[in-house]
């Protein structure tokens, strides 16, 4: 039977609410990825009240499934009247059905129920390759379909729900729930993860034109992670979710699949399990919290992972570390680089002046930073400048960068000043030490121009203050607000910009 649905192709009795109740039918993961308990997260995630009942108690984990255990139906029956009896059931998503006599008895319940919104994943086969629905109860499950307002099938699936073999390709898989569409009377979402490729598309597909269009496709890149076990729970459970939240299917799906998209990227940090491990549903809730060891930085670190590939692109870098860079264009760097070192040390000495009371370790360490600076300042007039003409005036591009930090500066938080100082330490460190080590390889110290001033480039002392003014900025940002660690990373993103468009200074502003 088909159902009388409206405009966004919902059936007229669904009741929109902001906290959904929305109840799953499924089978259990015990590590908590797939099945109910990733349904459970998955609805909370989104908005929902969720609730559960277990069709089959699953030994498995993210390496496998071991054993299926399935309840007697009468139980499984008591487990739904019970909800039902009781609770108004906005949505129901349903999982894995084990056998005929599951799908018998869920059916049963529709029936009597009739809930006003209905999503149908049907697991057939687990991610491992063990089924979690017996062949012969492949028939039933499909005569299940016009029950429900939404079936979520993955490529062989939704093949062997048509009897047909599997997709090879997208386009392929669009036909294909296209004509389950039309056969069945329901909208189906066709999921795009089993293909390879960079992208994962996704397509609601209506034949009934109830949709708008017949085809509403949804592009997401695909995210490299093994982890990926429970996805295909977690996007119905969601999508059920939301659907009863707003009730225009197109819509929910483009906000479920840019939360699951964030879930795929956060879930290589949960380390659960040895095989395809969860994926991270509740990341949002986390964002906020303190991190934890060099957890900070590192992330500050990553996320300027194309500011330093494009340093050592830079042809200022990659002649001075081969000797063939312009004398003229070294000579306006060190200038540029002892204006700069007079500024920053004034920055330093401010950073010791906001240093917190509690840790007088930092206020001396930044103190004293101050003074290094102002000392490699008269060492660079003493060694180097005295050949090359010093300009009275910051360069534009030394200026942007010593405006930006007085700015911060003057804003009087610590942990945002740290942040905008801190890529100067790291990322000269950085460069120092890889040109360093390139240059001893390279064996021609005599002969190289800049030899001597590479030779003093990867300094250990340095090194280890840079190890310090990292672990600073990772202190602070364990007190600082969440606010606060934003614009820490704002601020470190700015400076490592300055030091890239430092480095190539010479080559737009030196012969002005
Ligand atoms: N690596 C990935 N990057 C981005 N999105 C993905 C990735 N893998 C799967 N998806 C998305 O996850 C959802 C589930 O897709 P998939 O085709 O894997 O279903 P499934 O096989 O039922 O899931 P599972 O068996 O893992 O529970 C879809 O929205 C799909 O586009
Ligand atoms: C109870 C239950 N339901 C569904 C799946 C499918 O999830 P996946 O394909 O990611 O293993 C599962 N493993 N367990």
């Known amino acids: 039977m088909i159902h009388a649905v409206d405009d966004l192709g919902t059936r007229p009795g669904l009741r929109l609410r902001t906290t959904p109740r929305v109840l799953s039918i499924a089978g259990t993961d015990p590590t908590g990825g797939a099945g109910i308990q990733a349904d459970l997260k998955s609805i909370a995630a989104n908005g929902g009240y969720g609730m559960a009942v277990v069709t089959a108690l699953v030994a498995q984990n993210t390496r496998g499934v071991r054993s299926v255990h399935t309840p007697p139906v009468a139980f499984l029956r008591e487990q739904l009247d019970a909800v039902s009896d009781d609770v108004t059931i906005d949505a129901v998503k349903i999982g894995m059905l084990a056998d005929v006599d599951v799908i018998a008895e869920v059916r049963s319940w529709l ?14 086969v687990a991610t491992s390759g063990d089924r979690l629905l017996e062949p012969s109860a492949e028939q039933a499950l499909r005569e299940l379909l016009p029950l429900v307002d ?14 047909e073999e599997p997709a090879a390709t997208w386009a392929e898989a669009v036909e294909q729930g296209t004509r389950l569409s039309a056969a069945v009377g329901v909208i189906v979402l066709v999921k795009g993860g089993h293909l390879t490729g960079d992208s994962c598309p996704d397509a609601l597909v209506d034949a009934r034109g109830l949709l708008g269009e017949t085809v509403v496709e949804f592009a997401s890149p695909r995210v490299v992670t093994r982890h990926t076990h429970g996805t295909g729970c977690s996007l119905s459970s969601a999508i059920a979710t939301v659907q009863a939240r707003t009730g225009d299917w197109v819509r929910s799906v483009a906000q479920v699949k840019e939360w699951l998209q964030g879930a795929l990227l956060h879930a290589d940090e949960l380390e659960v399990g040895a095989g395809n491990g969860p994926i ?37 870098v990659r002649r001075l570390g081969d000797g063939s860079l ?32 509690p840790t007088p370790a930092e206020q001396v360490f930044w103190a004293d930073s101050a003074g290094v600076c102002l000392k490699v300042e008269s060492e660079l007039h003493r060694s180097w400048l005295g050949e090359h003409a010093t300009p009275a005036a910051l360069g534009p591009v030394t200026k942007a960068y010593v405006d930006h930090l007085l700015a911060i500066s003057a804003q009087g938080s610590y942990g945002v000043l740290l942040a905008a100082i801190l890529p100067c330490y790291w990322l000269y460190a950085e460069v120092g030490e890889r040109l360093h080590a390139a240059f001893q390889t390279r064996g021609d110290a005599a002969a190289h121009p800049y030899g001597a001033w590479l030779e003093t480039y990867a300094d250990e002392a340095f090194a280890v203050a840079t190890r310090r003014a990292i672990a600073f900025t990772d202190s602070a940002a364990t007190t600082a607000s969440p606010q606060e660690r934003a614009a820490m990373r704002a601020a470190f993103a700015a400076s490592s910009r300055c030091e890239l468009d430092f480095f190539d200074a010479p080559r737009l502003h030196a012969g002005a």
């Open 150 to 163: 939404l079936v979520t099938p993955n490529l062989p699936e939704l093949a062997v729900l048509l009897q």
């Open 111 to 124: 029936e009597a129920t009739r809930p006003p919104l209905v999503v149908l994943d049907p697991v057939m």
């Open 326 to 357: 312009d004398a003229r264009d070294f000579g306006y760097y060190i200038a540029q680089d002892a204006l700069y070192l007079n500024a920053y040390s004034r920055v330093l000495a401010r950073a010791s002046a906001l240093a917190p009371t």
């Open 280 to 316: 991270h549903h509740l990341h949002h809730l986390f964002a906020d919290r303190p991190p934890a060891g060099q957890e900070f930085s590192g992330s500050l670190w990553s996320e300027i992972e194309p500011i330093r590939t494009a340093i050592f692109e830079l042809p200022f």
